[in-house]
């Protein structure tokens, strides 16, 4: 089996932005990864946000931010 990612997604992630708290406004690219983890241990919220946090701290511990940089980069958001 084939994991293909989806390009959609993955520019949606690349520009979604935290909607509450001491990092409101902030690019998930750019929570730190404790705060990412803290979710991780007291569970992520329901529904879209929870999954771009869950996607996000994957993304983060396995290094791969650079990648979500450069479809910032190649994909700016569409205002």
Do not use: C
């Not at 991780?40 to 946090?53: A, H």
């Amino acid at each position: 089996m084939e994991i293909q990612p989806n390009k959609e997604k993955l520019i949606e992630l690349a520009h979604y932005k935290m909607p509450f708290g001491k990092f409101k406004g902030s690019y998930l690219v750019n929570l730190p990864e404790p705060y990412l983890v803290w979710f991780k241990n007291k569970g992520f919220p329901q529904g879209k946000l929870g999954t771009m946090l869950q996607t996000m701290y994957e993304i983060k511990i396995n290094g791969l931010e650079p990648l979500i940089h450069k479809i910032q980069k190649d994909y700016p958001a569409v205002r």
